[in-house]
């Protein structure tokens, strides 16, 4: 680790970031950056200041203050990301072209799944062309439908305010939401090799006047915008996720940022995006152990799967990325839910069917619990001199619900029995229990005022 951050340091003060808007470099060279032609140098004294100042921790509000996560430290939590353009219908299930309602669609039928912790618009209103309607509506959708954390992204800084104003309304009044941020922007502006994003840097600037939390993302391609090899590509990418650290804490110092390194592989062959395999695995864990070494709030990426189908590729890929995104520590795993078609599709199927994944690997992290109780060595010596087996036993029973997890879409019945059950397979049983939510759920968290209120202001479709 300590390697790959040295290169990380070096090349941030040799090569620099190019293209920095000159707002963002006027800042940066006050606080101790150097020009060197079209490049600004970061010196490791501006990383290490900016790292000094980053908070180590921090919450991530839900309406319900009951759903608020804490992000950092030996937390994991799973939850969505991603801008896909189709769905895969429920009924039909073929591909189409994404939508408003299915957008309002996938937020309530996530409301109401347990293992999801925080939910970032999966896909992109592909039916609303004008941006400021987009943003506006896609922020709607999530206060109307969800009291967990949320997050969006703004297509440009003068989107911000207004929006803001919309979350002051459900927050309870002007500056409410400043308070209690209850939702978190992703920004991307940092684009890969190594240079800034003037639109992406003005919308953090706005992010930051408001106090709404960022999750400054990287997403380097192994091999096209960074290095083919992984030692290589996580020097890079490193060193480009510090430099949006610098970047926000020389605007605000403190201001809450997830450290968002999320290493993505393209297939060499073709140069298609790849999201699922060994190489993205052991990436995004890899990036997970070098933010939270360095003491960051980590974000990666994970369960991005290429199959389009819920399929045997789609459960080795969701299970092996995720799995090791988790084991590494990563404190938000994005994508981690819903999402198909290497980002391009996303699936009411699969929320219900990650959902369930995520409990096993949340299982799995707890690991082994050694404890007297646990150890049972009275249990053991009552069971062989008395019955011969633990069946029924007071130590089996106390340890059911605490330590097993019990899956209500996996399969556990003997052939006989799921035959006799019309040999149902994963992806109707998941199909089944996703359109029993949306029939079920149809929440309104706006108050009939409130809701008024932003449609007055707000062109809410």
Same mark, same amino acid.
């Given at each position: 680790?300590?390697?790959?951050?040295d290169?990380?340091?070096r090349l941030?003060?040799e090569?620099?970031?190019?293209?920095?808007p000159d707002?963002l470099?006027h800042?940066l060279?006050k606080?101790?950056?150097?020009?060197s032609?079209d490049?600004?140098?970061?010196? *490791?004294?501006?990383?290490?200041?900016?790292m000094a100042?980053?908070?180590?921790?921090?919450?991530?509000?839900g309406?319900?203050?009951s759903? !608020?996560?804490?992000?950092?430290?030996?937390?994991?939590h799973f939850g $969505?990301?991603?801008?896909?353009v189709q769905t895969?219908?429920l009924?039909?299930?073929? +591909?189409?072209?994404s939508?408003l309602q299915? %957008?309002r669609?996938? =937020?309530?039928?996530?409301?109401r799944?347990t293992?999801i912790?925080?939910?970032?618009r999966?896909? #992109?209103?592909t039916?609303i062309e004008d941006?400021?309607? &987009?943003?506006v509506?896609?922020a709607?959708?999530?206060?109307?439908?969800? $009291?967990k954390?949320?997050? $969006?992204? /703004?297509t440009?800084? *003068?989107?911000?305010r207004p929006?803001?104003d919309?979350l002051?309304?459900?927050a309870?009044?002007?500056?409410?939401?400043?308070q209690r941020p209850f939702l978190?922007?992703?920004i991307?502006p940092?684009?890969s090799?190594?240079?800034y994003a003037?639109d992406?840097?003005?919308v $953090?600037f706005a992010c930051l006047?408001h106090?709404?939390?960022?999750?400054c993302?990287?997403?380097a391609?192994a091999?096209?915008?960074?290095?083919?090899?992984?030692?290589g590509f996580l020097?890079q !990418?490193?060193?480009?996720?510090l430099?949006?650290l610098v970047?926000?804490?020389?605007?605000?110092?403190g201001?809450?940022?997830? /450290?968002?390194?999320w290493? %993505?592989?393209?297939? &060499?062959? =073709?140069?298609a995006f790849s999201g699922?395999?060994g190489?993205?695995?052991v990436?995004?864990?890899a990036?997970?152990?070098l933010?939270?070494w360095l003491?960051?709030?980590s974000?990666?990426a994970a369960?991005?799967?290429d199959a389009?189908a819920v399929?045997?590729? +789609?459960?080795?890929?969701?299970a092996m990325t !995720?799995l090791a995104? @988790?084991?590494?520590g990563?404190n938000?795993?994005?994508e981690?839910s819903g999402?198909?078609?290497?980002?391009?599709?996303v699936s009411?199927?699969?929320?219900v069917?990650d959902d369930e994944?995520h @409990?096993h690997?949340?299982r799995?992290?707890?690991g082994? *619990?050694?404890t007297?109780?646990?150890l049972? /060595?009275?249990?053991?010596?009552e069971a062989?001199?008395g019955?011969?087996?633990? &069946?029924?036993?007071t130590h089996t029973?106390?340890?059911? *619900?605490?330590?097993?997890?019990?899956p209500? #879409?996996?399969?556990?019945d003997?052939?006989?029995?799921?035959?006799?059950k019309g040999?149902p397979?994963?992806?109707?049983?998941?199909?089944s229990?996703?359109q029993?939510? %949306?029939d079920?759920?149809h929440?309104? +968290?706006l108050?009939?005022d409130?809701?008024r209120e932003?449609?007055?202001?707000l062109p809410i479709?």
């Open positions: 680790m300590t390697v790959i951050f290169t990380a340091l941030l003060a090569l620099g970031m190019g293209e920095t707002r470099a800042a060279v606080a101790g950056a150097t020009r032609g490049r600004i140098q970061i010196p *490791e004294t501006l990383v290490r200041s900016a100042a980053a908070p180590r921790q921090f919450p991530l509000h309406r319900d203050p759903r !608020s996560i804490e992000v950092g430290g030996q937390h994991v $969505t990301g991603g801008a896909a895969l219908d009924h039909s299930g073929q +591909y189409r072209a939508t299915d %957008l669609d996938f =937020t309530r039928l996530q409301d799944l293992n912790s925080w939910f970032t999966c896909c #992109i209103a039916d941006t400021f309607e &987009l943003d509506n896609t709607y959708t999530l206060l109307r439908n969800t $009291t954390p949320v997050a $969006t992204a /703004f440009i800084a *003068e989107h911000v929006i803001v919309m002051d309304i459900a309870g009044g002007p500056g409410a939401f400043s978190k922007t992703h991307s940092v684009i090799p190594m240079r003037e992406a840097v003005d $953090t006047e106090n709404i939390p960022v999750s993302i990287t997403a391609q091999g096209a915008t960074a290095p083919a090899t992984l030692a020097a !990418s490193l060193a480009e996720t430099a949006s970047m926000v804490q020389t605007i605000k110092p201001h809450p940022m997830v /450290f968002s390194n290493p %993505l592989v393209i297939d &060499l062959r =073709t140069g699922g395999g190489e993205i695995a990436l995004n864990a990036s997970a152990q933010s939270n003491g960051l709030p974000g990666v369960s991005m799967t389009k399929d045997a590729q +789609y459960g080795v890929e969701k !995720s995104a @988790a084991l590494a990563g938000l795993i994005y981690s999402m198909m078609a290497s980002l391009l599709g009411f199927e699969a929320f069917l994944m @409990a690997t949340y799995a992290l707890r082994v *619990e050694v007297p109780e646990n049972g /060595f009275d249990a053991i010596c062989i001199l019955e011969g087996h633990f &069946l029924g036993g029973l106390s340890a059911m *619900e605490r330590d097993y997890f019990y209500r #879409i996996a399969d556990r003997t052939p006989k029995a799921w035959e006799d040999a397979d994963a992806w109707s049983v998941a199909r229990k996703a029993a939510i %949306l079920e759920h929440p309104n +968290y108050t009939a409130q809701d932003i449609r007055a202001r479709l």
